[in-house]
């Protein structure tokens, strides 16, 4: 296996960040013998009242950025594709080593915790907060998930050979995507996915109308709505989308933005989402990433507390964020009777070397399927 590193430094132009892309990267490694297996290129941008941090789309990006100052480097690895193909799940290393390493920092004690009367008020203000938070940076904060089509596959229509070796597409999926946000993963599957329908939704109205704005909504071939689904509204009767009509759930770093109390909740209405044999697709933060060591180390550090509950936070914009365990997954998901096809530790080790810095960090990659009616979960 032939491995080759690059450095990027920071471009300080809006003129040569525009010509940094994937793209031109990929050339350069093909002229070379090589094939690209991940990208991991953040632009930092400073202006005159506030520092902005964007992010170029790949899974590794996700929470990164905070990590990053000016001219710092990243490290972007490729490996000969003849002898590796590429992957975008990765375990760089055992979930068990930073839970050895680490675990210690996870302060249980009780006086680490806010009032329940805060947690509450944080809950009862949740889509609140995700106004603010959307009306402030729009559509500019995350960057499009086109990664997607390489970690879950499955949801985006490919050409594919039948019996008699002619082309073939793949049926259009009904999909409809949890927490929607202003489009980032909407578009892309949108994009992709031509014959299928696709519903999306989140507690933020700000969000909603910022996505309808955008070019690429096409009616049609879509609906984004607003909906709490953690909310008091009845369910079954009132939800825009048919119960059991959905091939595809995507749940995708939105359940830990909602209080874990009400995950059980949550899980059970998606689960009457899918039709028998549909597939809810998962990612989220787990158990000591690198940025739950920071809430901790905020208390540790600065006496400052920002814990909800166990493994639950509140960010300084009023949002929360949950890290789930893969046991946490399976039991909540099993619970409403969904069957698990994968569900993993995504552990990535990232090297910033002008810092010396090493980021690890931790998700859940999940999907649970919907058994076929008469089979047994």
């Known amino acids: 296996m032939v491995t080759a590193t690059l450095h ?16 031109s990267l990929d050339q350069l490694f093909i002229s070379l013998g090589l094939s690209t297996t991940s990208h991991a290129i953040f632009l930092h941008t400073t202006t005159s009242d506030s520092t902005e941090i964007a992010e170029q789309d790949h899974p590794l990006t996700e929470e990164l950025s905070q990590q990053l100052k000016d001219g710092d480097t990243i490290k972007v690895t490729c490996r000969d594709g003849k002898e590796e193909a590429p992957s975008y799940f990765r375990q760089d290393f055992p979930w ?3 839970q050895a390493e680490v675990g210690h920092e996870i302060d249980p004690s009780s006086e680490t915790i806010l009032s329940p009367d805060v947690r509450n008020k944080y809950d009862e203000e949740s889509g609140l907060h995700w106004d603010k938070f959307y009306t402030h940076f729009e559509n500019r904060f995350f960057r499009d998930r086109n990664y997607l089509s390489m970690v879950f596959e499955e949801l985006f229509e490919k050409s594919r050979k039948n019996d008699k070796g002619e082309n073939e597409e793949t049926k259009g999926k009904t999909i409809c995507e949890v927490g929607c946000g202003v489009g980032n993963t909407f578009f892309p599957l949108l994009k992709e996915n031509a014959s299928g329908f696709l519903y999306a939704f989140d507690i933020s109205s700000s969000a909603i109308a910022i996505l309808k704005k955008q070019d690429g909504y096409d009616t049609t071939r879509s609906h984004a709505f607003v909906w709490d689904i953690a909310g008091q509204e009845d369910f079954s009767s009132e939800f825009p989308v048919p119960l059991g009509s959905v091939d ?3 749940l995708i770093f939105t359940l830990s933005a909602i209080d874990p109390q009400k995950h059980t909740l949550v899980a059970s209405r998606l689960a009457q989402l899918l039709k028998p044999g549909g597939v809810l697709f998962f990612r989220d933060y787990g158990l000591y990433d690198l940025a739950q060591l920071r809430f901790e180390r905020k208390w540790a550090n600065k006496g400052k507390r920002c814990k909800l509950s166990e493994n639950f936070y509140v960010k300084g914009d009023g949002t929360r964020v949950y890290f789930f365990s893969v046991d946490d997954v ?3 998901f099993r619970g409403v009777g969904l069957v698990p096809l994968i569900n993993k530790y995504w552990t990535c080790e ?6 010396q ?3 690890k960090r931790v998700w859940i990659h999940s ?11």
């Open 357 to 359: 810095l090493t980021m």
């Open 8 to 23: 990027i430094l920071f471009p300080q132009t809006e003129k040569v960040r525009r010509r940094l892309t994937f793209e």
């Open 367 to 377: 999907k649970f399927e919907k058994p076929l009616e008469g089979a047994r979960p």
């Open 248 to 250: 595809a759930v995507l």
């Open 350 to 355: 990232l090297v910033n070397n002008k810092r």
């Open 96 to 98: 068990a080593n930073i």
């Open 330 to 332: 399976d039991k909540l």
